[in-house]
């Protein structure tokens, strides 16, 4: 199909009207990239001319990992520690919090995270000693802090000695 040839005058109305809506679509794209850089005003956007696009930053982590609310000690607990039958010497160490899960310890001598250690109150005679599993290991001053994980259920006297339970 053959259209009839565009007389100058009519040339000239279609041009004018291809600049008058490229002149439009202009307008209100600036005005909604300016509404959309208002309200994304302070906000981090990457920079999309550089190679390496930045990751976002990492959530932040919790305070506390426990499953299980922790009790501060006032005052730190005396323990022998020795492996989980009680056939080596035993150690003393301190408990300086504790939970139903785990405890922290306070050691003289640094300890492999992964060792399965026998905890046992001078206080309480003749109880099964509290097996915990050696969970992170770190300096402390002179002394190691222990974190430590129950593997068996302490018997009721360890837990009210510990403040676990009232």
């Known amino acids: 199909m053959d259209l009839p040839p565009l007389s100058p005058w009519e040339a000239l109305l279609v041009a004018l009207a291809g ?3 490229t002149i439009l679509v202009l307008a209100v794209g600036r005005s909604l990239f300016r509404s959309w850089r208002h309200h994304t005003r302070g906000a981090v ?3 999309l001319t550089s190679p390496e696009i930045p990751k976002p930053p990492a959530p932040p982590r919790p ?3 426990r499953k299980a609310p922790r009790r501060r000690r006032r005052e730190p607990v005396l323990v022998h520690i020795s492996d989980p039958e009680f ?3 035993p150690l003393d160490g301190w408990v300086l919090d504790s939970s139903i899960d785990g405890l922290q310890l306070s050691v003289r001598d640094q300890i492999a995270e992964g060792t399965f250690l026998g905890l046992r109150l001078p206080s309480i005679s003749g109880a099964q000693p509290a097996i915990v599993e050696v969970r992170h290991c770190r300096p ?3 002394r190691w802090l222990l974190g430590c994980q129950f593997q068996t259920t302490p018997s009721w006297e360890v837990l009210r000695a510990l403040g676990i339970i009232g």
């Open 63 to 65: 305070l506390d990992r």
């Open 140 to 142: 402390d001053q002179d």
């Open 45 to 47: 956007v990457p920079d």
């Open 19 to 21: 600049v008058t809506v």
């Open 87 to 89: 056939q080596a010497p």
